[in-house]
Nanobody, 112 residues
């Protein structure tokens, strides 16, 4: 199993970013996929989940209405569209698959 995140960067408050997680080594379309984030010194927190077919999603209250999780099973990729970014969204964002599989993370920094 391999999960490779990309798309992080430095943005100003109110701007948008889209993260991608390219998956390989398993039947991607059979698994729920998740995004987590971690601020240094704090526990990793769940951001959003998406079901295997993409028809069910769940969001943390802190990102509801601003972030959108989606997936393309033909490309074995899960996305996190982040709009209206705030300083509090600054963190390392990780892709996760059930069974303890994590990507390496991608840094998102929101700062003016």
């Amino acid at each position: 199993v391999q999960l490779v995140e990309s798309g992080g960067g430095l943005v100003q408050p109110g701007e948008s970013l889209t993260l991608s997680c390219a998956a390989s080594g398993f039947t991607f379309s059979s698994y729920l996929m998740s995004w987590y984030r971690q601020i240094p010194g704090k526990e990793r927190e769940s951001v959003a989940d998406i079901g295997p077919t993409g028809d069910s999603t769940r969001y943390a209250d802190s990102v509801k209405g601003r972030f959108t999780i989606s997936r393309d099973n033909a490309k074995n990729t899960v996305y996190l569209q982040m709009n209206g970014l705030k300083a509090d969204d600054t963190a390392v964002y990780y892709c996760y698959r059930l069974g303890g599989f994590w990507g390496q993370g991608t840094q998102v920094t929101v700062s003016s």
